[in-house]
């Protein structure tokens, strides 16, 4: 694959890299910064490998990598002073996945923000960008049958989340 190539792949699924990261990172700053990162690293091993087995596969999981080393750093950062952990938490509030006007579903993506980490990344990737499982397999690592479990979990705690806001 030559570099052109791999840009042009790129290109194609750079706003779903986007989206994804930025429903686990809550940053619109951070997933620009993330994509970044992904697109740099995906330069420098197309130079060294020239071939990447599931291109888009590998993206996800680069960026998604990169989200947890960032919400990592986050955390962290919160734990030495409870000014920097308002600051953050400001910023997360600020943050929306998209502008949409439609209540129920600002209900919906306010109670997806709330799931933990590994419910979060599973509905994104499934119901949001409509990765199917092999896919999500091969990003997260996982066997099929543990995507699947996972994702069935992911969805009884959204629906008990979304019942329990009586839309």
Known sequence: MTDHQ???QFLQIQNKLYRF??????????????VQDTFIKM???????????????????VARNRAFDILKKIKRTRNITKESAVLTEDKQ?????????????????RCIREL?????????L????????????????MSISQVKVSIHRARQHLKQKVLKKNI
Not at 116 to 124: A, C, G, K, Q
Request: charged share 40%.
């Open 21 to 34: 990261v930025l429903g686990l990172v809550k940053s619109t700053e951070e997933a620009e910064d993330i």
């Open 93 to 109: 509030m600020d943050f929306t996945i998209r502008d949409i006007q439609d209540e129920r579903w600002e209900v919906v993506e």
């Open 126 to 141: 499934r119901d949001v960008e409509g990765y199917r499982y092999k896919e999500i397999s091969q990003m997260l690592d």
């Open 6 to 8: 791999a840009i042009d």
């Open 43 to 61: 330069i420098e091993t197309i130079r060294k490998k020239k071939d990447l087995d599931n291109f888009e596969a590998w993206c996800m999981t």
């Open 116 to 124: 933990p980490d590994h419910y979060r990344e599973i509905i994104l």
